[in-house]
């Protein structure tokens, strides 16, 4: 099958604490110039992204906040694909004790210790949201928003068909877009339901196992671990 683009997560896939590798953004550099598309699938807000990554305008464009935003780095144009997060139930987050508490255009999120006072919120105050798992950390989102809706609009935008786009991820969260694909690739560090429904699996962790996938995509094999 003929990839024509790639769709791949940040934290734990191209970055490892936050920092991509000088030889991850080479790659993406060279997959690129063979005039096949790049899009990022990230459960960060942008504004967070911009300030770890440098690399954006290699991306078509930018799926942020776990589905709930599109961006397009090039024109600078930020689309929400989600309601905003309602102040009340933020301010009774804080009320409770959640610390570490990031707030987004549409998405709130925090570390996962808070799950038990978060989902304990939404049922009191009826709130019509949704918690989704990120290995250490978790989101709460209004249902129906994920990384498979945000990917959707972002390839209809391309005029790209899913079955021409291999995805790259890592987490829970990252299962859904990958399910979406015509390839789910699995980086060495993936959770293991990552990898149970992955085409393949690399040898390489976190960036070098995106370079070893585009490698192999660029006609230079390097060896995959597992190719279903």
Known sequence: ??????????DGTLADDGVTAASTIAALTRFKATGRKLIMVTG????????????????????????????????????????APSEVFVARLRERGVDE?????TVVATHIGHFETIRDTIAEMGADLEIILNTDALMVLPPGTNKASGLKIA????????????????????????????????????????KAIANIVTLGSRGAGVEEFISWVLGNPAGLHDWR
């Open 1 to 10: 099958m003929q990839i024509l683009a790639i769709a791949t997560d940040y």
């Open 44 to 83: 960060r807000p942008l504004a967070d992204l911009k300030l770890v990554f440098g690399g954006l305008a290699l991306f078509d464009l930018v799926v942020a906040e776990n589905g709930g935003l599109l961006y397009n780095p090039h024109t600078g144009i930020v689309r929400t694909l989600a309601a």
């Open 101 to 105: 508490l990031a707030v987004g255009e």
């Open 155 to 194: 390839l209809a935008e391309l005029s790209l068909p899913a079955g021409s786009v291999a995805a790259i991820g890592d987490a829970e969260n990252d299962v859904i877009f990958l399910s979406h694909c015509g390839t789910a690739v699995a980086v060495a560090n993936a959770l293991p339901e990552v």
